[in-house]
């Protein structure tokens, strides 16, 4: 059995989601693993390592050990989830982590993600060989038990990241108006995770703004809470056609029919009506989705029942795991013929001024882009997630 090294620079959603999927797939003897902080890595899981897993790597010192990973005879195995390459010009990434991130792709064995747009956009850039498919695991035993329940009040969720305010500034927060003026009391919004400027609406609809959370914290929270319907806008673009389904798998879990926008990657996995809605790329069809989601309770019973059935078919432990194993034959059978490393070259002292070099590159590009306020607010968001993440 192989021993895998799943290594990360720091804590996040990805990592928590990486780390679960990857555990249950340990407990069925499919491999050992470790999770680990690359500035955490020791010699001695090094050498134990078959594998070395990178999640999201961009830093120097995930570049160093993928090169001493590769001269041991170790398998070198990078995963994005997003097209960091190509982000869009609002959100910023420091150019040595833009030049780390291509030097850590030209090193690896194999690409792995979720998007297999990403993949073969990656794959023509860099000449990977070898690519490994990759989505969520669902446990059967997670998902919510569904019960329809009546109530006065629908509930509304837009559960998300701070950046997502640009989607809810652009096509919810115009419609508005006419969901007070046609509601009033009988609806109820919830953000969760980000922090949009809703008082002006407070007298007409109930308005909740709750802070992000830990992924097992929100799970708990979100099927407390007994939302009725969840909302995902997105922009289509190449960047956005990298992305994963992960909202539908996590309002699916918790029992929340969804609204989508009617863009990869929810045409994927969603059909209009049948297992959630789709909304067109304007704010009217998204007001018109919203009045008809809310409308017909019976149409979004139906959808959230026929969502958690194709979750509970498509998404096992056993067929995402076999899938991997058949990319990634290492993952199982470990390597031969590997070397024993004595010590690990790491100039971690570099990477010490390279997080100051971030801060410092982070501030300058917010002041610049949003002066100080914007600065401080993305501040205060970005202290948020960090404590939310330790």
């Known amino acids: 059995m192989s021993n895998i090294a799943f290594l990360y620079e720091r804590d996040m959603p990805t990592v928590s989601i990486t780390r679960e999927c990857m555990n249950y797939l340990a407990t069925l003897g499919v491999f050992d693993d470790t999770f680990c902080r690359v500035q ?21 010192i995930s570049v160093e050990l993928a090169m001493q990973a590769q001269k041991t005879g170790r398998l070198v195995v990078v995963m994005y989830d997003d097209d960091l390459l190509n982000l869009p010009k609002n959100i910023p990434f420091a150019p040595w982590r ?20 990403l993949l ?66 009988k609806l109820s919004l919830t953000c969760v995770g980000l922090y949009p400027n809703l008082e002006a609406f407070k007298d007409d609809i109930d308005i909740e703004i709750v802070e992000s959370m830990p992924l097992a914290e929100y799970r708990k929270y979100m099927k407390d809470q007994q939302f009725d319907l969840g909302l995902a806008p997105l922009v289509t673009n190449n960047f956005t056609k990298c992305k994963y389904f992960n909202k539908y798998l996590e309002y699916t879990l918790v029992g929340i029919p969804g ?31 919203i009045c008809e989601a809310i409308d017909d309770e019976t149409l979004r019973k139906k959808c959230i029942q026929n969502a958690i059935n194709h979750v509970k078919h498509n998404f096992t432990a056993e067929e995402i795991g076999n899938n991997l194993v058949h990319d990634i034959p290492e993952l199982k059978e470990g390597v031969k013929n590997k070397k024993t490393q004595k010590k690990l070259y790491s100039k971690r002292y570099l990477y010490i001024v390279s997080r100051i070099a ?33």
């Not at 955490?40 to 120097?60: G, H, Q, T, W, Y």
């Not at 833009?98 to 747009?117: F, G, P, R, T």
């Not at 002041?367 to 501040?379: C, D, L, P, Q, V």
């Open 40 to 60: 955490d890595f020791s010699i001695n899981e090094f050498n134990k390592a078959d594998v070395l897993f990178f999640i999201r790597p961009n830093d120097m």
């Open 98 to 117: 833009k030049k780390n991130m291509i030097k850590i792709l030209e090193i690896a064995d194999v690409l792995v993600s979720s998007s297999q747009y």
């Open 120 to 185: 073969n956009s990656y794959q023509s850039m860099f000449n990977i060989k070898r690519l490994g498919k990759v989505d969520t695991i669902v446990n059967e035993r997670d998902i919510f038990d569904f019960t329809p329940r009546k109530k006065e009040q629908v509930k509304i969720v837009y559960a998300a990241g701070p950046k997502h305010v640009e989607l809810f500034n652009r096509f919810i927060l115009p419609i508005l108006p006419r969901l007070c003026q046609r509601y009033r009391k």
């Open 358 to 390: 971030d801060y410092v590159y982070l501030s300058y590009f917010y002041i610049k882009h949003s002066g100080i306020r914007g600065f401080t607010e993305n501040a205060m968001i970005h202290i948020k997630e960090r404590r939310n993440f330790k």
């Open 259 to 289: 609204i989508y926008s009617e863009t990869e990657p929810y045409t994927y996995v969603i059909n209009n009506k049948v297992n959630g809605f789709l909304a067109k790329d304007t704010t009217d069809d998204w007001f018109t989705t």
